[in-house]
């Protein structure tokens, strides 16, 4: 039944260590998005996919990168984390990617870096 | 920049109670607002939307009104179940032509027998 799968629900990893949370949907989903939720804050959009067009939020730290290898499948990487890059890690799908789309959420992956 | 405000939790009620989130928003343009879901180890899921002033969202006995001469979107409940014990997303679509959805940082809901 599941739509959209995050694996692994806990991620634990060390200070600068890379690290890949992995997303998967079964929704056949044209856009793949992921967000960064930090305790007790809003969820924050870090980049999407449409189809193979990679997508970055201005704002978003260059540490953190992201691949999409098939429709199904979306990787995120942070390739140093530090102690601040500890949050929920939330990934999301839309058949397209008009504001009024709704979005189909993971239930999330923690990340903690020690 | 775009931005949600939501009131801050936790909202405790107790069963049958009235329910109301305050949420306000500031955007360009003419965003879509939505509300989304968390229930306890869930992802987030959408709970209603609206697209234009002065439209009604509504679900699961959930209402919503686009005001946007308050800029806000209100949610309430007019008898709350322990069941919607959750916690509750305000969200915005961004300016950037795709569904950014900008959210509030959540309202912690929790409904006692």
Redesign the interface.
């Given at each position: 039944d599941a739509m959209?799968i995050q694996n692994p629900r806990y991620q634990v990893t060390q200070f600068g260590k890379p690290v890949t949370l992995s997303c998967s949907q079964t929704l056949n989903h044209n856009?793949m998005y992921w967000y960064q939720q930090k305790s007790?804050?809003?969820?924050?959009?870090l980049f999407?996919y449409?189809d193979k067009d990679f997508?970055n939020?201005a704002d978003t730290p260059d540490n953190f990168q992201s691949r999409r290898p098939n429709t199904s499948f979306c990787f995120l990487d942070i390739r140093s984390p530090g102690l601040g890059d500890a949050a929920m890690y939330?990934c999301?799908t839309?058949r397209d990617?008009?504001?009024?789309?709704?979005?189909?959420?993971?239930?999330?992956t923690q990340l903690s870096v020690l | 920049g775009d931005s949600v405000t939501q009131m801050e939790g936790p909202v405790t009620l107790s069963e049958e109670a009235f329910l109301t989130i305050n949420c306000t928003y500031t955007a360009t343009g003419y965003p879509s607002l939505f509300w989304y879901v968390q229930y306890p180890g869930e992802g987030l899921q959408l709970l209603l939307k609206a697209t234009k002033a002065d439209d009604k969202g509504s679900n699961k006995g959930f209402e919503a009104t686009y005001r946007k001469e308050t800029t806000s979107f209100h949610l309430e409940k007019g008898s709350v179940q322990v069941s919607d014990s959750a916690v509750y997303f305000c969200a915005t679509s961004g300016a950037g032509g795709y569904n950014k959805l900008i959210f509030g940082a959540g309202t912690r809901l929790a409904v006692h027998p």
């Open positions: 959209v856009v007790s804050q809003a969820p924050k959009l999407h449409y997508n939020e939330l999301a839309s990617r008009g504001q009024d789309e709704k979005l189909f959420f993971g239930s999330g | -």
